[in-house]
């Protein structure tokens, strides 16, 4: 299929998103997952099924989708609007969330008996569902037999999660929430021009340890990281995500290594760089650590000493990888920032160095958005002011095609 979106855009503008909202209780957060589509640019057209109805009024779903709700398959004044098959031209997916038990049972076995199996039939599009319902009931036989049915058939089963569910037990059977759900189409609709490709990503601060209690760090958020990891697993990239101590969750679709200091985030890195083809060193690794860790707290308000000691250069020693990966540094510099980028890119040996000043009102750290200017080997490209997501997807729709 034809991808919606290019390299350094949002996957989902101007996507148009087919939803199937079915019997399940977490139908109520389907107003929620259509706002998000739209706040993403994605065009989205409901269908609700006969069970649907009971958990999520129509009027809501036309009110947040701005279209009108299909409910039925043989309605006289819908078909004259646009047939069936016209919608399942339309799509360019089909999303089924919440999938009830009923449902997928329904288009496992192909039937065409409502609006939501025909669609199914007749698109060419990619297919996702994000099962809902109690534990018990997705530990079935039948209806694990289902859901492998529908794998086989090309349908990408999203979920589902475990935890606390509305009939007061827990397990697996929670419909993904709308925000992961939004970045697994981001993930099947993008262009793939990274397929194949590993990339490895560190973010966050370290936390270097001067007691039980007490450490050296600093305000990364981590949050620069984690969208260059999203938009590389959007570009079709296997990314390994070595994060620092952050309160953000896991990026969809990314393998996530959590550690504390710059020693652990080495390692980490190590172990996962042979075969990578880029490494990005997002990371604010501290620069150093104290010579000695006290086994007990520390005790009392009197001044003291505290002897530090470097630690390593996780990008320079990446760098200077004889067949190492390409490298993207970052610099966080609060004055004279693209003199002092240019001199740490140089003595380092990164390939490309990302330079930000985060003196800038919104700009660096814990903040959304971001200004870089990106250095590189025939390039020095101050990059938008922006979301750090798309600064993101801007800085490696700039590296993808050197990495072909």
């Excluded at 490298?327 to 990302?354: C, I, N, V």
Aim: charged share 25%.
């Amino acid at each position: 299929m034809t991808t919606t979106a290019h390299p350094g855009t949002d996957p989902l503008a101007d996507a148009r998103i087919v939803l199937g909202v079915t019997g399940s209780i977490a139908a109520y957060k389907a107003p929620e997952l259509v706002r998000r589509l739209r706040e993403a640019g994605a065009e989205v057209r409901v269908v609700l099924t006969d069970g649907g109805r009971h958990f999520a009024a129509p009027m809501a779903l036309q009110a947040v989708s701005g279209q009108p709700v299909r409910t039925a398959l043989l309605d006289p004044a819908e078909e004259s609007a646009m047939d069936h098959i016209a919608l399942a031209r339309w799509a360019d997916a089909l999303l089924v969330a919440p999938a009830s038990a009923d449902t997928l049972a329904r288009l496992a076995q192909g039937r065409a008996d409502d609006l939501l199996g025909a669609v199914h039939l007749a698109t060419a599009a990619p297919v996702l569902a994000a099962p809902a319902m109690n534990h018990r009931m997705w530990a079935h036989p039948a209806v694990r037999r289902n859901a492998a049915q529908l794998a086989a058939d090309g349908v990408d089963l999203l979920g589902p999660a475990a935890g606390d569910q509305a009939c007061g037990e827990e397990g697996p059977g929670r419909m993904l929430e709308p925000e992961a759900l939004v970045e697994h189409l981001r993930l099947r609709l993008a262009a793939k021009p990274l397929a194949g490709k590993g990339v490895v990503i560190t973010a966050g601060p370290t936390r270097e340890p001067m007691d039980p209690v007490r450490f050296v760090s600093n305000r990364s958020s981590g949050r620069m990281g984690y969208a260059l990891a999203s938009a590389a697993a959007e570009l079709g990239a296997a990314v390994t995500l070595v994060s620092g101590p952050t309160t953000l969750p896991d990026p969809v679709g990314v393998d996530t290594v959590r550690v504390e200091s710059a020693e652990e985030m080495r390692t980490a890195v190590l172990q996962s760089i042979e075969g990578t083809a880029l490494f990005i060193g997002c990371a604010a690794v501290s620069d150093h650590r104290p010579s000695e860790t006290d086994a007990r707290k520390r005790k009392g308000k009197e001044p003291f000493t505290l002897e530090m000691t470097p630690n390593p250069d996780i990008l320079a020693e990446l760098a200077g990888l004889p067949e190492g990966p390409m490298t993207l540094g970052f610099a966080a510099e609060t004055h004279e920032a693209l003199a002092y980028g240019r001199d740490k890119r140089a003595a380092k040996g990164a390939d490309w160095l990302a330079v930000n000043d985060v003196t800038e009102v919104g700009s660096g750290f814990e903040a959304d958005t971001n200004r870089v200017t990106l250095l590189g080997p025939d390039i020095e490209e101050a990059l938008p002011f922006g979301p750090k997501r798309e600064v993101a997807r801007a800085l490696l729709a700039r590296i993808a095609p050197r990495l072909a």
